[in-house]
C-alpha cells in the first residue's frame, strides 16, 4: 500500500522550458565567453553547486576567472538573467501540479521532494506555491548530497517515517533518480508530461521502457491507489 509519494522538481512538477530560458549556451553568448570553454568548466563544478559549495554568483565568479576573463558586470548579468528565467517557470506552476499534490494530501498521503537544486532554484523552490504541500523536502543545496546518491532516500523515507515499499517515487529521470529510487526499495515511475518541451542538449532523460510512466499528473494518483 502506498503511503507516500515522492516527486523531483524540475521536468516534473515544474518546467525550465517555460517561457525565458538561460542554459550555459545564453550565458556564454551574453558574456562574450566561447560555449565550449565556458560549458566544461561550468560543468566541472555542477556538483559543488549543487551541494552547497558554491551558490550561482560565486561558481559564476569562479568560472569566468578560470577562463581569463573575470568581471563583476559578467557575474551580475548572468546571475540576474538565471533569476528571470527562474521566475518564468515558477510564476507558471501548472494548476495541475498543484491539484495532484493537493488530491495526495486530501487522501491522507504524505508527499515529499527530492530535487537536485543550485542556490538560487533553492530560493525559488522554498516561497513558491507548491512548498507548503511538501511534509518533506531534501534540497541538495541543503543537503550536501545529490541524487542518484542513496543517503537521500533513506533520510526521505525516515523523516516521512514509511517504508521503501510504501513510497512512490515520481521523476523525469534525471540524474539517474528513477534507478536510485528502485535500489532505495520505492516504486519509481517516469512522468512524462514535461518531455516534448525540452530541447537539446539539455534533455534532462531519454523514455526509458523498463519504468512504469505516467504521461499525466492524474496518472499519479492511479499508482497511488486513489483512482482505479
Not at 538573467?81 to 501548472?94: C, V
Not at 508530461?193 to 523498463?210: N, T, V, Y
Amino acid at each position: 500500500m502506498i503511503k507516500a509519494v515522492i516527486f523531483d522538481m524540475f521536468e516534473t512538477l515544474v518546467t525550465l522550458f517555460e517561457g525565458r530560458t538561460y542554459f550555459g549556451e545564453d550565458i556564454a553568448a551574453d558574456t562574450g565567453v566561447d560555449p565550449a570553454a565556458f560549458r566544461k568548466e561550468w560543468h566541472a563544478i555542477e556538483n559543488d553547486r549543487s551541494i552547497g559549495k558554491y551558490t550561482i554568483k560565486e561558481g559564476l565568479e569562479l568560472t569566468f576567472k578560470r577562463l581569463g576573463v573575470y568581471s563583476e558586470d559578467k557575474v551580475k548579468l548572468a546571475a540576474s538573467k538565471r533569476w528571470e528565467a527562474l521566475g518564468d517557470t515558477f510564476n507558471a506552476i501548472p494548476e495541475r501540479s498543484i491539484e495532484l499534490l493537493k488530491k495526495l494530501k486530501e487522501n491522507g498521503l504524505k508527499v515529499g521532494l527530492i530535487t537536485n537544486t543550485f542556490s538560487d532554484e533553492r530560493e525559488f523552490i522554498r516561497n513558491c506555491s507548491l512548498f507548503p504541500y511538501f511534509d518533506v523536502a531534501l534540497i541538495s543545496f541543503e543537503q550536501g548530497i545529490c541524487k542518484p546518491d542513496r543517503e537521500l532516500f533513506r533520510r526521505m523515507k525516515e523523516q516521512l517515517g514509511v517504508k521503501p515499499e510504501e513510497c512512490l517515487y515520481v521523476g523525469d529521470g534525471g540524474s539517474k533518480e528513477l534507478y536510485a529510487a528502485r535500489e532505495a526499495g520505492m516504486h519509481p515511475v517516469q512522468c512524462t508530461w514535461f518531455h516534448e518541451r525540452a530541447f537539446e542538449p539539455h534533455i534532462p532523460c531519454a523514455i526509458l521502457d523498463e519504468f512504469d510512466h505516467a504521461d499525466r499528473q492524474e496518472d499519479i494518483l492511479r499508482y497511488a491507489g486513489i483512482l482505479s
